[in-house]
């Protein structure tokens, strides 16, 4: 594979970095001041990101070498196919969510917005240094910074609950973060590089016990952050914080790091090959395919909005670990497109649930009855998003789970067939009853009437379900994601399509 | 002993035995390289005298002769000889300390030359011990307080 | 020609004007401050020159004091293990003493500015002294220099710090004498105490008990002036007493200097092959980092104080140092060595912060810094990087050299030190966080939505630019030396790791 | 046995020596006893050190110039080891600078707290 050197990723993360002093500095004094500036460093680094597009397209590979760190270990800046889909998406997402913040965080009047602002750059900076980082090291930098700048946000509230859910975020994920920094050195130990491959690169270093032990411990620390089942808390508590704060979670930033991260150690650290060798994916499959149904059933129950959708989330970050998993070609396609469709449809479910906070305070399901009629626009997004993600075409949702569906079936593993079929089912059950509530049924207090959200509220709700649609009709419109997913599941399983 | 004791005895005997302590204190400064003795041991003999002074007039008596402004000069002053003595050597091309450069400006070669380097430097020795064990001296006598305390001794001595 | 000089000019310069600074204080105090930077400067100039020349040349290069040859005169050695901690020492005093202008006038009477600053750059003197000294008995003597001016400049500190700097006088005694007591064991068997003369006799004489109680008495005096954990009860009081200034100048530099002689003694005088492979003094040194990383976190988990706090993260860190020793192995001791200026810098941000904090609000109690990011905003976010740094998040330096620790630890096996490294470093998120949390939110109502709704203004109240600068400029350095870390390994450390690993 | 211990006798007085010095610095309550013992501990290192630079019928080390050739005189067997002696001149100053300190604080001490009993002094600072 071609590599170009160039400073491109290394200019992109520094308009966020830059973005985020600009803002700390310019703070409460002038806000339409500070929130250009978050916008401007949104739409630079998304433009920078794009312009790294055609070379990915063209099977190159961008990189940039920061400095030398010790023998054969570098922070470096490398962008492949896979690690361009999630910047694309983290970027594109974060001019969206800024927008949306801005407008929820002044209807709301909330305080210390120029923290959250500042804090909002920061996190994104984490998370698309994630995406582009070359190696685990450079990888495991940005995972921390991304960490800690949500803490903040998570707190944001300063409520004891969030206080509460900020630590114990901050638990999990640190706690996470050990057993990655753990793993790590035992693969540089072991390997004596970092670098990422597709197809993995520990093939032949150590012994089976080692490899499995590594293998767990990476999954523990990334799956904290990915909310895989037994370590999934920190997730549902975080629901305190602010909705922009909550659609970037799980959307854009963290969960999806998190299962970025993961992928990364499947398909790029250990590889399919020596995953079916050791017959690790088999256990790794069966914990998150637990975690999809019990997840599933939970969701049934909860009647808080964003309780719901974040049980929801962590279904569909076990469905993609779950597709990378079944190492087969069309589950590792079907996995990497679900990441940048689900953040649609994600994002646009809890932009949504924030609108209907910000004009009605209402939080729970049972109090939005005959909420469809008066805010039109806003349930109608939350409908496509929701029959998105139970998979119904032609929004966007369908095509990835058509693929995962195919990748079970390529595995010759009905079980997990079974899987993702029965989370669509359980999927449409409990979002169904929230759209039929809005629409169909007469509000309980008649005298509450509402109106839309400000437009700043309702433009990216609008711009993000166009987005899902318009993915499901083309998915190789616009940032390709599809000829991505497809160049990556090629480039690791070493075949042509 | 910050007030004065007046006793004839003591302080003729004093004045007596003052001048020859010093003489000796230099004495044993300067044989320092090549007898036992040398600047710690001379300047202590040399703080000895003051003592002596303050123990047989009074610490305002001894002030007028030796102020305390003085010694901290002094106690400094010694340490500015020594590594006055070691740059010396520095610029004139040497070491630190490396006395037998310091022949390229004393009439004398080498060897001689490091015996002056050292008796240089042991006069600084000399200074800075005087000087250090003065001032501790000074410290016990006023219970730390210096200048204080003689102040309020005197005010005292006024009332009376 | 003056190049050839640095070595002792790293030392002499600061040493002849601390007296300078006595007397020109007495006349006018304002003097101070310039004078002790002209010196500092001189010496951090000195030292960066005599780096250069060290890389330049490709290995130590020898001083003789008074062109005396070794062993009999007294000779400095500068080499790749010690220039860098030059540097860093002389570096950090130099951005204390700006930071303790303000500090000291508020804190101090002020006719004792000038035996203050006396105080401060003969610590300093010493503390160059014993880094850059090749002769086992100068250090002894630089070692009590350095010693004496902490007694003195802990003991003017707040209530309490009379007491703890006596008990400081009475440990560190102990310490310095055991030192003493070592070196004369060693020169029985030798006769010679020169560092490299050591290292060329000791080898036949390894399996003569003598030399092995001098090791013992080595281990325990060296030990007992850096903390370690057995023998740390002085520290916390003493830290805690003093001055904020003067905790900011003795905490970062003090103890890391303690673990350089230990590296020395261990690495320099002794071979590695007597140290590590004859005696099991790694494996001690092994188990005793682990109980102190442990202790040291359960005790600063319990204290309110920040400074205190801080202490016994000093405990943890010197515990982290003795690991990268223990595990005997090259990445260890990298580990080891990038840490002891790692750490200079993170101490030397948390105390100044700590300070910064003491200056304006006059307490340190951790439950009481509630709405502080409204009056302080730069000096927390200096504390955030330095907090960042001692939990290891990268890039700050912190991370870089508990990397190394880690790497040597799987590489000698030693796992059980490897969990207590990384379960330290999550209790010190838990420690950070908690101030963290402390001073940036604010807890609040369920339902207050109104900006600023209930709660008292506090405007912007922050510390002098003085104090601010070389605040920001140690916060610049960790970050600096987090991302430049692989570079200064390449260049400086990789060759100051005894060739035998 | 005995024999070792007798004609070591001099390790044996500062260990002796060494003992009580710690002992006093540990056991003892009061300030100033436990100066006084860290000061006996400092001293009997300085015998030590002495003493391993002593020899039986050593003379001094300094050349006389009024016998001559000085090197012809003396020979080093004859000498004691005056290196010791010389380091041991440098570590008495520290001793004495060491109890210098020491007696500045114990001062401050007993002013502030008006005692040197240790615990009286602890049980003043809880307060």
Redesign the interface.
Same mark, same amino acid.
């Given at each position: 594979m071609e590599t170009v050197h160039s400073a491109t990723p290394l200019l992109a993360m520094l308009a966020s970095l830059i973005g985020a002093f600009l803002i700390l500095f310019t703070g409460e004094r002038n806000r339409n001041l500070r929130e250009f500036w978050t916008l401007a460093a949104a739409v630079i680094k998304f433009g920078l990101i794009a312009s790294m597009l055609p070379y990915i397209l063209h099977g190159k590979i961008v990189e940039y070498t920061i400095v030398e760190v010790y023998k054969g270990l570098f922070l470096q800046f490398r962008v492949d196919t896979f690690g361009m889909i999630f910047a694309l998406l983290a970027s594109f997402l974060w001019i969206v969510v800024s927008l949306y913040s801005i407008g929820y965080m002044r209807d709301l009047n909330e305080h210390a917005q120029t923290r959250y602002f500042f804090c909002f750059a920061l996190a994104i900076f984490g998370a698309v240094g994630v995406a582009l980082a070359g190696n685990l090291l450079t990888l495991y930098m940005f995972y921390e910074i991304l960490t800690v700048a949500t803490f903040a946000l998570v707190a944001h509230k300063e409520t004891p609950e969030a206080i509460k859910a900020g630590r114990k975020y901050l638990a999990y994920l640190l706690t996470g973060a050990a057993f990655v920094l753990f793993s790590m050195a035992v693969t540089y130990y072991l390997t004596g590089t970092l670098d990422f491959k597709p197809g993995g690169f520990v093939a032949g270093h150590g012994s089976r016990e080692i490899l499995s032990l590594v293998f767990v411990t990476f999954m523990i620390g990334f799956g904290s952050k990915a909310a895989i089942m037994p370590i999934h808390e920190w997730l549902p508590s975080a629901m305190i914080a602010p909705t922009p704060v909550s659609a970037l979670l799980h959307a854009v930033a963290v969960v999806k790091a998190g299962v970025f991260c993961c992928l990364r150690v499947i398909l790029y650290v250990f590889g399919p090959k020596v995953l079916s060798d050791l017959g690790l994916w088999i256990p790794l499959a069966f914990v998150v395919s637990f975690t999809v149904i019990v997840a599933n059933i939970i969701a049934l129950t909860q009647d808080h909005l964003k309780r719901r959708l974040a049980f929801s989330t962590i279904n569909n970050l076990s469905i993609i670990i779950l597709g990378a998993a079944l190492v087969s070609h069309d589950g590792i396609r079907g996995a990497m497109l679900h990441i940048p469709f689900h953040g649609f449809m994600k994002i646009t479910l809890f932009m949504c649930a924030g609108a209907i906070y910000v004009k009605t305070h209402k939080e729970f399901i049972s109090e939005m009855e005959g909420i469809g009629k008066q805010m039109p626009i806003t349930m109608a997004a939350f409908t496509i998003g929701a029959l998105g993600l139970t998979g119904i075409p032609p929004v966007c949702g369908f095509i990835s789970k058509w693929y995962l569906c195919l990748g079970a079936l390529e595995a010759k593993e009905i079980i997990f067939l079974l899987v993702f079929l029965a989370s669509a089912l359980l999927d449409a059950a409990y979002f169904l009853p929230i759209i039929y509530g809005a629409f169909f049924k007469k509000p309980k207090f008649v005298k509450d009437h509402f109106d839309e959200a400000s437009f700043f509220v309702v433009f990216p709700i609008v711009i993000t379900a166009i987005g899902s649609i318009f993915f499901g009709l083309f998915p190789d419109a616009f940032m390709h994601f599809f000829k991505l997913a497809v160049a990556s599941a090629k480039n690791i399983m070493g075949m042509g399509v | 002993m910050i007030s004065k004791w007046e006793d004839l005895i003591i302080e003729t005997l004093c004045r007596f035995l003052i001048p020859f302590m010093q003489t000796y204190s230099l004495y044993v400064l300067v044989h320092g390289h090549s007898s036992p003795g040398g600047g710690f041991q001379g300047g202590c003999i040399m703080a000895a005298c003051f003592i002596l002074l303050v123990i047989a007039y009074d610490l305002n008596e001894a002030k007028k002769r030796f102020k305390e402004k003085i010694n901290v000069i002094f106690c400094s002053l010694g340490v500015f000889i020594y590594a006055g003595t070691g740059w010396a050597c520095l610029l004139l091309g040497g070491n630190f300390l490396d006395y037998g450069k310091l022949s390229l400006i004393l009439p004398t070669d080498p060897i001689k030359a490091r015996y002056y380097g050292m008796a240089s430097i042991e006069t600084g020795v000399e200074i800075t011990v005087m000087a250090i064990m003065v001032s501790i001296f000074w410290d016990l006598v006023t219970g730390g307080k210096h200048e204080e305390a003689l102040e309020e001794e005197n005010a005292r001595a006024d009332c009376k | 020609?003056i190049s050839h000089?640095f070595p002792?000019l790293i030392v002499?310069t600061p040493?002849?004007l601390s007296?300078?600074v =006595?007397?020109v204080g007495?006349w006018d105090k304002r003097y101070c401050v310039p004078i002790v930077f002209v010196a500092l400067s001189v010496s951090l100039f000195s030292a960066i020159g005599a780096l250069e020349a060290v890389i330049k040349h490709g290995g130590p290069i020898h001083? /003789?004091?008074? =062109?005396w040859q070794p062993p009999w005169g007294i000779e400095y050695v500068i080499d790749y293990l010690n220039t860098p901690i030059l540097v860093a020492i002389a570096f950090i005093s130099i951005l204390v003493l700006i930071f303790s202008q303000r500090s000291i006038e508020k804190e101090l009477p002020e006719s004792k500015i000038p035996q203050f600053y006396t105080l401060f750059l003969l610590n300093v003197t010493g503390l160059l002294g014993i880094t850059v000294t090749g002769d086992a008995?100068n250090l002894?003597?630089l070692l009590?220099i350095a010693s004496?001016s902490a007694?003195?400049i802990i003991?003017i500190g707040e209530? !309490?710090a009379? +007491?703890s700097? +006596?008990r400081y006088?009475?440990f560190g005694?102990?310490g310095?004498?055991a030192y *003493? $007591?070592g070196v004369?064991y060693l020169?029985?068997v030798t006769g010679s *105490?020169n560092m490299a003369d050591l290292h060329h006799l000791l080898p036949k004489l390894y399996y003569s008990r003598a030399v092995l109680v001098g090791m013992a008495f080595f281990l325990v005096g060296v030990g007992i002036k850096m903390g370690i954990f057995p023998f740390h009860t002085w520290m916390p009081d003493a830290y805690t007493y003093a001055p904020s200034t003067v905790s900011a100048l003795l905490a970062p530099l003090f103890t890391k200097v303690g673990a350089y002689v230990m590296i020395r003694l261990l690495f320099t005088i002794f071979e590695p092959s007597f140290s590590i492979k004859l005696y099991p003094v790694a494996e001690i040194l092994g188990w005793i980092a682990a109980a102190g990383i442990v202790f040291a976190c359960v005790m600063a988990l319990a204290q309110s104080d920040l400074k205190r706090m801080f202490c016994y993260l000093i405990v943890g860190e010197m515990g982290y140092i003795l690991i990268g020793i223990a595990s005997a192995n090259r990445l260890g001791l990298t580990g080891a060595i990038l840490h002891i200026i790692n750490d200079m810098f993170m101490m030397a941000c948390l105390f100044t912060v700590a300070g910064a904090i003491m200056y304006k609000t006059g307490d340190r109690n951790i439950y009481r810094f509630r709405y502080l990011h409204r009056k302080m905003p730069i000096t927390l976010g200096v504390f955030v990087v330095g907090a $960042?740094s001692v939990?290891?998040?990268?890039?700050m330096c912190g991370? +870089?050299s508990k990397?190394?620790l880690?790497?040597g630890t799987?590489?000698a096996k030693k796992w059980i030190l *490897?969990g207590v490294l $990384?379960?330290s470093?999550?209790v010190n998120?838990i420690l950070f966080?908690r101030v963290i949390?402390n001073a940036?939110?604010?807890?609040?109502?369920?339902h207050?939505?109104? /900006?600023?709704?209930g709660h008292p203004s506090i405007s912007l109240d922050e510390v002098p630019w003085s104090m601010l600068i070389p605040m920001l400029m140690i916060a610049a350095g960790i970050i600096l030396l987090g991302?430049?870390? !692989?570079?200064i390994?390449?260049h400086i450390i990789q060759f100051a790791v005894p060739a035998s690993f | 046995m005995l024999e070792q211990i007798v004609s070591r006798y001099n390790y044996w007085i500062y260990i002796i020596l060494i003992l009580i010095g710690f002992y006093g610095m540990m056991a003892k309550n009061n300030l100033l006893k436990k100066l006084i013992g860290m000061n006996i501990f400092q001293w009997a290192l300085i015998l030590y050190y002495v003493s391993i630079g002593a020899k039986k019928g050593g003379t001094v080390p300094i050349l006389s110039e009024e016998a001559g050739s000085p090197f012809e005189h003396l020979k080093a067997i004859q000498c004691v080891n005056p290196l010791p002696h010389v380091l041991m001149l440098t570590a008495i100053v520290v001793g004495v600078a060491t109890t210098g300190i020491a007696l500045a604080l114990l001062i401050i001490i007993y002013r502030r707290y008006g005692t040197l009993e240790e615990d009286e002094i602890i049980e003043e600072l809880r307060r």
């Open positions: - | - | 020609m000089q002792v002499v040493l002849i007296f300078f =006595n007397v007495w001083y /003789h004091l008074g =062109n008995f002894y003597v009590e004496f007694y003195a003991g209530r !309490g009379d +007491f700097a +006596f006088v009475i005694t102990i310095a004498c *003493l $007591l004369g020169y029985i *105490l $960042l939990v290891g998040v990268p890039p991370f +870089f990397w190394y880690i790497l799987i590489e *490897l $990384l379960a470093s999550l998120a966080f949390e940036y939110l604010e807890p609040r109502g369920e207050a939505f109104a /900006h600023d709704g991302i430049f870390s !692989g570079v390994i390449k | -």
